[in-house]
Each structure stands twice: as structure tokens, then as C-alpha cells.
């Protein structure tokens, strides 16, 4: 398997990968419960549009419209016998983009849960999600996706059948999960654990990492853990646009565009070499984080005091506190007292 990650992080340093897909598609036109995958053929215009702007904002990866494109996400839409179909379409239009950006642009096909639980909290076997996964991943690399992006994960088996499947297919893959209960994702797993989850597959994921959760600060906290349990490896992190707030029927993001700078740069500073948005983030906000990524020059790791003053507090209050005691003793112990 090549390794485009690889290739272009010798070339850059830092990558910055795309902002939110739903959110911008809901102020294209998306629909509340409309499957956002069904646009690969309904409005492929509207898939393209959305790249365009993440490349022209500045993106080096961009992600397939392709999130809920398991049998099992897809079902809910009556089109789980188009799988490969949809996410072969979602691979063609990021492809068409990046193919015409005039740089290097990986084009990284999205693979989100299936909204299952394996056994024994579900029914879903082992095996049975390898095999829907692999269907998703075929039609994304028919399509032309050169790496298969795991993403918003919650239970470890989920994130190892992608893999497995990703493997089987002859596809290079990254997996990143969502840390949003108590500093753990849904299932129990830490952060500085997230790096062992597919060991003893036969091929390594090209970057591993979180993304979504609570805010821009808890991702942040999220990052130091992963970062301090395996230095050398490539660390994803794609955080959501702030917190999210209702206001009357519809949800707004607080994150500003100079927050979101500020997040790439507290990013950097605590080793990510794959930096990106999820909810919430915008052409608008992803042209600052590139300006703020291509002006700025690697500093000290920021503690988690420095993220709450500049970024603002940590919604997951007991990753908060496990996360400022944890802090703690790794002081005392540079301090020699423990």
C-alpha cells in the first residue's frame, strides 16, 4: 500500500485536512433526516461545490461525502442495496476536485459507524461488520479514494472491523475517535490508548487521532494524552467549531475564525501532524486555520491551563479534572517527588 500521508507531510510538515460536511450541507440546502449520501447523485453539483470551497479555503485532505455509507446507515433510506454505487459516486466527485486543484490534494474516503453494536452489547457480529465496512470501502476506492478515513468512532472492535475491512481491500487507512463521555469516547476508550486498538493487523494505520466530541479545548486535552503515549506517531485531530448552542430550532457553533486559528497553532504546539474541523467548521473558518498554520513556527507544548486561557474551558468537567491531575503528577515527577 502507498502512503500519500506520508508523502506530503515530508513535503509540508503539518497537513490541514477539511471542516464539517453536515453543517455546510445544511446551509447548501440539506434537508433535517435527509441522508446526505443520497446527494452523490441527487445534487453531485452541490458534493462538488463543497470540496471546491474546502480547497480553495486551503485543505490538503478532503473527505468523501460518504460518512453514513454502510448498508446498516443506509438502510434507514432504503438504499442499502446502493452502497458501493453511493460511495463510488462520493469518491468520483472529491477525485474530480482534487484532480483539478493544480497541488497535491488526498482525497481520504469517510467511514463512519454503523450505527450497530457488535456482540455481545448488539447483534452484530465481528465478521458482519468487516464485511459492510469492506462493501463501503470498495466502492470509495473504485471511486478513486486514496486512503480510507475511519472516523467518530466509539467502540474499539468497530474501529479494528474497518481496518481489518480497509486491509482486505487494499486500502491505506487512518481511524480517529470521538472522546465525548467523561474523557473516554461512548465505549470506554481512552485517548492515550486509541494508538493499540488494531495492533496485530497486518498493516498500520497511516495516522491515528480523534475528532468531534465535546469542543476545541477537550480535543486539545485529548491531543496531549495521545501525543505524550506515542510521540512518533501521526496524530489526527479535527475539532468541532467551538460549542454547539440552539437557538430557537436551529444549532450555531461558537467557534470564531480566530478561534479556530488559535486552536491550529495550540494543535501544532502539541504535536498533531494532521489538523483539521469538524462541526461546525466553515470555508470560512478553514481559510484562517490555514493562514494561522502556514504563519506559524512550532512552540512549547501548551499545558492544559494555557488551552482553558486561550481557547475557554473544557465542557467534559471529569475530563477536566482527570485530565489537570494527570498534569500534576506528571510535574511532581519532573520535579522528582514522585
Not at 476506492?141 to 482486505?168: H, N
Not at 473516554?184 to 491515528?208: A, E, N
Not at 491551563?305 to 503528577?329: D, H, L
Request: hydrophobic share 40%; with cysteine; net charge negative.
Amino acid at each position: 500500500m502507498t502512503n500519500p500521508i506520508e508523502a506530503l507531510l515530508a513535503e509540508k510538515g503539518v497537513l490541514l485536512a477539511d471542516g464539517a460536511t453536515g453543517t455546510n450541507l445544511f446551509a447548501m440546502g440539506l434537508e433535517a433526516g435527509e441522508a446526505p449520501e443520497l446527494l452523490n447523485e441527487t445534487a453531485p453539483d452541490t458534493i462538488a461545490s463543497l470540496h471546491q470551497n474546502f480547497v480553495d479555503a486551503g485543505a490538503d485532505i478532503i473527505l468523501t461525502n460518504s460518512f453514513g455509507g454502510t448498508r446498516h446507515r443506509l438502510k434507514l433510506h432504503h438504499a442499502q442495496d446502493r452502497v458501493h454505487a453511493l460511495n463510488k459516486r462520493a469518491a468520483e466527485i472529491a477525485r474530480a476536485v482534487a484532480d483539478k486543484s493544480g497541488r497535491k490534494v488526498i482525497v481520504a474516503g469517510s467511514v463512519g459507524p454503523t450505527g450497530e453494536l457488535l456482540v455481545p452489547l448488539g447483534a452484530m457480529t465481528y465478521d458482519e461488520a468487516v464485511d459492510a465496512f469492506a462493501e463501503q470501502i470498495e466502492g470509495l476506492k473504485a471511486g478513486g479514494a486514496e486512503v480510507a478515513w475511519i472516523e467518530t468512532m466509539s467502540a474499539p472492535d468497530e474501529i479494528r472491523a474497518a481496518a481489518e475491512a480497509a486491509i482486505r481491500v487494499g486500502l491505506p487507512y487512518t481511524y480517529t475517535g470521538s472522546f465525548d463521555t467523561a474523557g473516554r469516547t461512548m465505549m470506554g476508550l481512552l485517548p492515550k490508548d486509541i494508538h493499540g486498538v488494531v495492533d496485530g493487523l497486518s498493516q498500520d494505520p497511516l495516522g491515528v487521532g480523534a475528532n468531534c466530541g465535546v469542543g476545541a479545548s477537550d480535543i486539545l486535552a485529548s491531543l496531549l494524552d495521545m501525543t505524550e503515549a506515542r510521540p512518533e506517531a501521526t496524530v489526527i485531530v479535527k475539532g468541532n467549531c467551538g460549542i454547539p448552542e440552539f437557538r430557537g430550532t436551529e444549532i450555531h457553533y461558537s467557534g470564531t475564525p480566530e478561534l479556530m486559528a488559535d486552536y491550529v497553532r495550540l494543535a501544532v504546539d502539541a504535536g498533531a501532524k494532521i489538523v483539521g474541523g469538524c462541526c461546525g467548521t466553515s470555508f470560512q473558518h478553514l481559510a484562517a486555520m490555514r493562514k494561522a498554520l502556514d504563519a506559524h513556527t512550532k512552540s512549547s507544548r501548551p499545558t492544559i491551563e494555557t488551552i482553558v486561557e486561550r481557547i475557554g474551558p473544557m465542557r467534559n468537567k471529569v475530563a477536566t479534572a482527570n485530565t489537570a491531575e494527570t498534569s500534576e503528577a506528571r510535574r511532581e515527577r519532573r520535579r522528582g517527588r514522585a
